[in-house]
């Protein structure tokens, strides 16, 4: 089985291992290929223009195109990426944008007022996700806008799943001004 298969398989089962609710839906299991050509055909169909990348001048001054190497580490190590990328390709078909900053990188899907994203960044070593609530909720690593994950926890599958599992179920809609 493969390093991506097997994260496939953790994310599907994790929610239910940890008594929570499953996300709805299942990933579709695409290929790479069949990913690619399935965007395509929604591009064609929606006649869009929308580039799959962040343009220049929408970026923040502080983004970068590449993450620094202690940022790079902590994304790697978590997995981060690769889950992201199948969440993009299997859930939202490659419509999804990302873009890398030096000290995190970001997802963004939707358009106009349905902008979500999903906002990793790497903080004195911990991984630090942006949540869509401003209260702290029941976790221990909640900041009340952030969950600061320290390396014991973002090495673990199973919490970085629930993480993204959560952010998922609850993406952060973007304000107008971003």
């Keep these: 089985m493969s390093d991506n298969d097997r994260l496939a398989n953790d994310a599907r089962g994790?929610?239910?291992r940890l008594g929570k609710?499953?996300?709805?839906?299942?990933?579709?299991g695409l290929s790479d290929e069949e990913g690619e050509m399935i965007q395509q055909m929604i591009r064609e169909e929606q006649h869009s223009a929308r580039a799959l990348h962040i343009p220049a001048q929408d970026l923040s001054s502080e983004a970068t195109t590449q993450m620094s190497a202690e940022t790079a580490?902590?994304?790697?190590?978590?997995r981060l990426g690769r889950i992201l990328y199948m969440f993009n390709r299997?859930?939202?078909?490659?419509?999804?944008?990302?873009?890398?900053?030096?000290?995190?990188?970001?997802?963004?899907?939707?358009?106009g007022y349905s902008r979500m994203h999903i906002w990793a960044s790497v903080e004195d070593g911990?991984?630090?996700?942006?949540?869509s609530h401003f209260k702290k909720c029941d976790k221990p690593y909640c900041t009340?806008?952030?969950?600061?994950?320290?390396?014991?926890?973002?090495?673990?599958?199973?919490?970085?799943?629930?993480?993204l599992a959560d952010l998922f179920r609850r993406p952060v809609q973007e304000r107008s001004e971003d």
């Design 90 to 111: 299997d859930y939202l078909y490659g419509q999804g944008r990302f873009d890398e900053y030096q000290g995190g990188l970001i997802l963004k899907w939707g358009d």
């Design 144 to 163: 009340g806008t952030h969950h600061i994950l320290n390396r014991e926890l973002y090495t673990n599958l199973d919490v970085v799943n629930q993480e």
């Design 21 to 28: 609710s499953p996300i709805l839906g299942q990933g579709h």
């Design 73 to 78: 580490q902590v994304i790697e190590d978590s």
């Design 126 to 131: 911990n991984l630090v996700f942006e949540t």
């Design 14 to 16: 994790n929610g239910r």
